[in-house]
């Protein structure tokens, strides 16, 4: 088995965490800009819709806090929900509610009480406070317990690492979670950063593949041209310090945010390598990296391989190159593993179904009020007729139920591997204002060529293959040698052993 092959096999098990990313959960289907036919308030200048660079306002406790703006996402929040969440009407009582929970949560985990604390005599009274927030004229009555819950706030010590912003998004994060959709939600600044990250291809860090599920990070591999392998990191390179810090007990998505930083910057990891005796520190400069979408190689079968991490906004582009590079070598047949891509931008998803279909739809995009957008296969597609295997697991989700759902109805392959994650429905993010992260609202669903809605039951793959911990410990991928052993048959190829 070839590195490419090993690495796609640990890929394909989803234990590895991209450092790229800080987290793996990409989730989802987003919409790449905002579409014409949502409302075009939405474009108002009032509602920043590009993510920023501009890091966060954090205003310590005790600090001076202008209440207007430090509600102001809040409220963006409220109204966005309230105008393009997919179900409507809204449960405004219930919202409300959940915004109250999150600052107690957040006042709790701060050591205070607010049904038991005593309120000085100057903090202001609710009606006041729910004023200067901005909180709109027909919404200040069911606030009020919230602004109630807010003077507990001004009881608060000062402290490190608790901001009045920290509060606001705990409120914000707990009122969008009462909508019971997984897929509808605040996104903090960090995690908004990291999002972008994923689908932009780009980031801050060193450039390596990490198992953070351990102990302690493990290196998959070094990117190639990246710091990481400039600095000889070694596939197995367990990671027990950051600058100095002992990594025991740390969790593995916490110690990738110490290694992430900015281009130019220096980090140090101590490194311990089977085969030597004693640890021994890494000192790495943190450079811009590019994270391709798209992995590609020939097995020894003469079988094309190609591998979707991501549906970014490069992924169309470097499929094609990709494509065009393998079929040069004329393969008998193609596979196309989308397990554990958790998704990425709907246009992208139209794109690269349409490397593989001659005509017809890709998917329907249904809205709220019943209306719908039809997704046409667009034209020059260089992948129509190859012999196709599509591999799937229940880590493929939303852009890649996309395209596994439009290969399945079109009887254009089989999909080969375990039920995808069954997520039919369609994201719209949109920052929010004073850098405070960003809303991500479910606007509308998809429905696969067929009409077939996936939501929560998945595509379920024309031949099933599991793929075990076992398979994983002992190297092999069962999955992708059936995806072999199909291609083979189809094109009535005979392997000589």
Same mark, same amino acid.
């Given at each position: ?24 959960? @990409? ?42 703006? +430090? ?107 009462? +909508? ?30 990490? $198992?953070?599920? #351990? ?38 998505? /916490? ?14 990891? %101590? ?51 990709? /494509? ?57 597609? @260089? ?19 996309? +395209? ?6 079109? #009887? ?55 793929? %075990? ?7 092999? $991928? ?13 094109? #009535? ?5």
């Amino acid at each position: 088995m070839s590195d490419k092959r090993t690495l796609s096999v640990i890929l394909g098990c989803g234990v590895v965490a991209m450092l790229c990313l800080g987290v793996v959960l @990409v989730g989802g289907l987003v919409l790449q800009q905002i579409r014409t036919s949502l409302p075009e308030a939405l474009l108002s200048p009032s509602d920043p819709v590009e993510p920023t660079s501009v890091p966060p306002t954090e205003t310590p406790l005790g600090a001076q806090v202008n209440l207007g703006t +430090l509600f102001t996402p809040f409220w963006e929040s409220w109204r966005l929900l309230h105008e393009y969440y997919v179900r409507q009407p809204l449960d405004d009582t219930a919202m409300m509610q959940g915004a109250q929970e999150g600052l107690i949560e957040g006042l709790s985990q701060a050591g205070v009480n607010p049904e038991t604390v005593a309120i000085p005599s100057n903090v202001q009274p609710a009606e006041t406070l729910s004023a200067q927030a901005g909180t709109p004229e027909g919404l200040r009555q069911l606030f009020l317990p919230f602004w109630e819950t807010w003077q507990a706030v001004y009881t608060l010590e000062p402290r490190e690492n608790l901001t009045y912003e920290a509060l606001m998004r705990e409120a914000l994060h707990s009122m969008v979670e009462t +909508l019971g959709d997984p897929h509808t939600a605040y996104m903090t600044p960090y995690e908004y950063q990291q999002v972008n990250s994923s689908l932009e291809g780009e980031y801050e860090g060193i450039g390596v593949w990490m $198992d953070a599920t #351990g102990e302690y990070l493990t290196v998959v591999a070094p990117m190639e041209g990246s710091p990481a392998e400039a600095a000889g990191l070694q596939p197995g390179d367990v990671v027990i310090a950051v600058d100095g810090e002992d990594m025991t007990g740390v969790d593995g998505e /916490l110690v990738i945010q110490r290694v992430l930083g900015p281009e130019g910057t220096q980090v140090v990891l %101590t490194i311990r390598r089977e085969g030597v005796a004693e640890p021994f520190d890494v000192t790495l400069t943190r450079a811009r990296i590019t994270v391709p979408s798209v992995i590609g190689e020939m097995l020894d079968e003469d079988i094309a391989y190609v591998q979707l991490t991501t549906f970014g906004s490069d992924t169309a582009s470097e499929l094609r190159t990709t /494509l065009n590079d393998l079929l040069s070598q004329d393969p008998i047949g193609l596979i196309l593993d989308i397990r554990n891509n958790g998704g990425g931008y709907l246009d992208t998803a139209v794109q690269v179904t349409s490397e593989f279909l001659t005509q017809g739809v890709v998917l329907y995009e249904e809205y709220g009020d019943g209306t719908r957008d039809t997704h046409q296969v667009l034209e020059g597609g @260089v992948a129509k007729d190859i012999p196709l295997i599509v591999l799937v697991n229940e880590g493929s989700a939303s852009a890649s139920e996309i +395209l596994a759902g439009a290969i399945q109805d079109h #009887g254009r392959g089989l999909l080969v591997g375990q039920t995808t994650f069954g997520k039919g429905s369609v994201q719209l993010p949109i920052a929010l204002s004073n850098s405070q992260g960003a809303l991500r609202i479910t606007v509308a669903r998809w429905l696969t060529p067929n009409e077939r809605d996936i939501s929560t039951q998945g595509l379920q793959p024309d031949v099933a293959v599991e793929f %075990t911990e076992e398979d994983f410990d002992a190297g092999q $991928d069962p999955q992708l040698d059936k995806a072999v052993e199909l291609l083979l048959a189809l094109t #009535g190829v005979t392997v000589n052993n």
